[in-house]
């Protein structure tokens, strides 16, 4: 630790002040910082790389840094271990769990696969390092249908957590997978009845939905896509509005990447307000991102048998990506 650090702890940091020292630290200890699309904007704007799940599992593989923070949701900063086991592996909150996750319990999972021999089983990357140790292939929205669709037609498959997203791979590959019935918290409580009043009132916007959204939605969407599929749609297409219904964290890089176009967050059933937002994403703070690498914990940690075990359908996810 630098000597002019406790004096900046005098007082309380201000946010300049505590970007200035991340970037400090982060040069002295040789760190990446990593951010979902769904992190606060203030993190997104100092992350070194920000993408959705596929894409921060890509980066990890092959980064030199000596330190890795993970700006994003717990099973982020397993996958990013299991990937790196000698890398030190940072989650500036480590409450910052997963809903879709937590949907799938490993024991519970294990038993489905047990009870159901000769099925290929394919795992949302939304799962714990257990779950994935138990399964084939580990998928992201942004490859799922790819990599399904690369297996053939007859196999017996068991697509978990996601109902949502492997009911639309089912309907798109044409595929008849067998599906646990797990839900993210925040695309499952979208409310299509104000989508489409927002439809109503923007008539010349577009509809952009994730496929953890429920059906109805997929099917007046005008693009289903991963986080990074309606980015790279938006900056594409020729629309100048759009509604986009997934986590609003999206809309800071949708914003940067297209300043002359308007996106507005669509919201949840029980919103009060034109938003839906993942809660355990919105725990990172910057003084938590600066407290990590200051601290250099919480540490990220995976049993060493889940891990070799985990990593292989990670592989194959990439292999196939």
């Known amino acids: 630790m630098t000597e002019h650090t406790p004096d900046v702890e005098k007082k309380t940091m201000q946010p300049e002040e505590l970007r200035k020292e991340i970037l400090r630290l982060k040069k002295e200890k040789n760190a990446l910082i990593m951010a979902h ?3 606060r904007d203030e993190i997104q704007e100092i992350a070194d790389f920000i993408g959705d ?14 330190i890795i923070v993970m700006c994003g949701v717990h099973f982020m900063g397993e996958t990013a271990k299991i990937l790196c086991p000698d890398k030190k592996v940072l989650v500036p909150d480590t409450a910052a769990g997963c809903s879709l996750a ?3 319990d490993p024991a519970e999972f294990s038993k489905f696969v047990a009870d159901h021999p000769g099925y290929t089983v394919i795992s949302y990357v939304n799962t714990s390092a257990a ?3 138990v ?4 998928v992201t929205s942004g ?9 053939p037609e007859d196999e017996k498959i068991i697509f978990g957590p996601d109902k949502n ?22 695309h499952d409580r979208f409310s299509i009845d104000k989508i ?3 439809k109503k009132d923007h008539p010349g916007a577009k509809i952009l939905v994730h496929p953890e959204c429920r059906k109805p939605l997929q099917l007046i969407a005008d693009k289903v896509g991963s986080t990074a599929a309606l980015l790279d749609f938006a900056q594409n297409d020729e629309a100048e509005e759009y509604i986009v219904v997934t986590e609003s964290g999206i809309l800071f890089e949708m914003r940067r990447k297209c300043p002359s176009k308007r996106f507005l967050p669509a919201p949840a059933e029980d919103a009060e307000c034109q938003c839906n937002e993942c809660d355990y994403m919105k725990l990172n703070t910057l003084e938590k991102v600066y407290k990590a690498l200051r601290d250099e914990q919480p540490e990220i940690t995976v049993d060493p048998d889940i891990a070799r075990k985990a990593l292989k359908p990670i592989e194959k996810m990439l292999d196939l990506s």
């Open 196 to 198: 489409m009043q927002m």
């Open 53 to 66: 799940s596929l894409a921060l599992a890509q980066y990890a593989a092959k980064t030199d840094a000596d």
């Open 37 to 39: 699309y769904y992190q």
């Open 143 to 151: 490859n799922a249908r790819r990599i399904v669709e690369s297996l």
């Open 135 to 138: 399964t084939d292939i580990v």
């Open 165 to 186: 997203l492997g009911g639309y791979i089912n309907s798109v590959a044409n595929r008849n997978m067998l599906l646990w019935d797990g839900a993210c918290h925040v």
């Open 102 to 104: 937590d949907s799938c």
């Open 131 to 133: 779950v994935k140790a």
